[in-house]
């Protein structure tokens, strides 16, 4: 049994400096199935599938190019796609579990015709998924996977595409991973998560533009044809041919170099995002998402309702995060102030972290910049605080999605406004 994922139509070998499409598409199934899910991708101008390695062979796909070839008709080459959540019980740092995993590349060699097969400068093109929650992981694992994968594929090295969770490996390109409300930062390769086909289509739309804004060489469409039914893009009784020309669409525009516009929303042109207990409804384009580091509790006290935090553990850091919802800005550099609206009890300080656009900062430090803190006075009145923020991006980047969050030391905070407002 296999799977597959998928790039934009490019006769191999792949240019490594020629902008790039990819998806991910399940491929079990009769050949004529998969014939159909190859012929959509060359109509979606998608050109390159990933086949995800399981235990089985690569017949599926090799009897649809057949069937194709016979027809004359258009169909993708096929690269691998590194998917190590497929084969139960793997451990890397064993020599027979490096062999598992070689063993399906070397069978894809066997059985794709070398004219079908996906190559950049000679390398064979393998595209590395996550690693596996529940896998171990070490450098010289990751090493001698890379090594075992070139001895199955004919010596020869394979030109390697690894999500950031390979850390200590040495591939030719990267991309960020993470949850699917992640924005990818700027790096050759970037990807498109239509998991979540909501909105009508706005939701994926997003996903496109915003893979797009980091000027990739390459993107990544995660599904093609997913499971259940409907998940995926590909043509279905769900959504008929929606998702497929959205793809069209975007892959056009992504290939002749332009920038995408944000798909209009709710919130698109809103004077504020706000989040209030005072007034229904109590999310306008801001929400509070809850994390593993930022639990909190919305409560009523004397008649008014509070959203205050609590202790994640170990009495130190509480905090709780915000998401700008993306009709309202999502990665887009701006300016914006914050209003916060707390009850003043105690003494001590809080802070707000934002996801900036600041190219001076790490990545990862981007998307926490501090805005500065404020100080508790003590007068056990509603107060209200404003903090800067001159170069937000609202990419999402924070844990759970969010944009921003508010943190406060060895004690809670309760409040009832968060607004954001543009400069």
């Known amino acids: 049994m296999i799977h597959m994922a998928v790039l934009l139509l490019v006769a191999p070998p792949v240019d490594p400096e020629a902008r790039v499409v990819m998806a991910v598409c399940r491929g079990e199934g009769e050949p004529a199935v998969v014939a159909r899910h190859l012929v959509e991708m060359s109509r979606s101008d998608v050109g390159v599938a990933l086949v995800v390695l399981r235990s089985g062979d690569p017949k599926p796909f090799t009897d649809a190019i057949a069937k194709l070839e016979k027809e004359r008709r258009d169909s993708p080459t096929l690269a691998i796609y590194l998917d190590l959540s497929v084969f139960p019980d793997l451990d890397l740092a064993t020599a027979a579990g490096r062999s598992r995993v070689a063993g399906a590349a070397k069978r894809f060699r066997d059985g794709v015709p070398a004219a079908h097969r996906a190559e950049v400068d000679g390398r064979p093109l393998v595209w590395w998924a996550p690693v596996p929650e529940a896998l171990r992981k070490d ?7 890379k090594g075992s994968l070139r001895d199955a594929l004919g010596g020869r090295e394979p030109y ?28 050759a390769a970037a990807v498109v998560r239509p998991g979540a086909l ?4 706005k939701t994926f739309e997003r996903s496109w533009a915003t893979a797009v804004r980091g000027a990739p060489k390459w993107v990544a469409i995660e599904s093609w044809n997913g499971h259940p039914e409907g998940s995926g893009i590909c043509e279905c009784a769900d959504h008929g041919k929606k998702y497929a020309e959205i793809t069209k669409r975007f892959v056009k525009v992504f290939q002749q170099g332009d920038r995408v516009a944000m798909p209009k929303g709710k919130w698109t042109g809103a004077a504020k995002a706000l989040f209030t207990l005072e007034y229904n409804p109590r999310e306008q384009g801001l929400r509070p998402v809850k994390t593993e580091e930022g639990p909190f509790d919305v409560v009523d006290v004397a008649g008014a309702s509070l959203l205050t935090t609590k202790d994640p553990g170990g009495g130190g850091r509480r905090q709780v995060a915000f998401d700008v919802d993306d009709s309202f800005c999502f990665y887009d550099p701006r300016a914006f102030q914050v209003v916060v609206e707390f009850l003043d009890r105690g003494e001590g300080s809080f802070g707000l972290e934002y996801d900036s656009s600041d190219a001076k900062l790490a990545p990862a430090e981007r998307a926490v910049r501090p805005a500065g803190t404020k100080q508790f006075t003590g007068t056990g009145e509603w107060r209200r605080e404003t903090f800067e923020l001159p170069d937000a991006l609202f990419a999402n980047r924070q844990p759970g999605g969010a944009d921003l969050r508010l943190t406060v030391e060895k004690r809670g905070i309760a409040v009832r406004l968060v607004a954001v407002v543009p400069r």
């Open 139 to 145: 450098r010289a694992s990751f090493e001698a996977l």
């Open 160 to 187: 390697i595409v690894a999500e950031d969770s390979w850390e200590g490996l040495t591939p030719d390109r990267t991309y960020a991973g993470g949850s699917g409300a992640a924005a990818p930062p700027e790096r």
């Open 198 to 201: 909501r909105e009508e289509g």
